[in-house]
């Protein structure tokens, strides 16, 4: 499950959390809100960033006949 928490202060500093997406990807999905809003005065990456994404191809299923 892939979660994006998007939470605005009195000040009108953004905060962004990604949850459920492992390495870069979650950069990618956080550069479209990003860069409407301009600079990027922190980030702060969870551990979630340094896990390895697992991708299954088709090839890679198991089937049981």
Do not use: A, W
């Not at 009195?10 to 409407?36: A, D, F, Y």
């Amino acid at each position: 499950l892939q979660e994006l928490e998007i939470q605005m202060d009195r000040e009108g500093n953004v905060t962004l959390h990604v949850r459920g997406v492992k390495g870069e990807e979650c950069i990618m999905i956080t550069k479209g809100i990003e860069e409407p809003l301009g600079k990027i005065i922190q980030r702060r990456l969870s551990g979630e960033f340094y896990q390895e994404q697992k991708t299954i191809s088709s090839r890679d299923r198991l089937t049981t006949d």
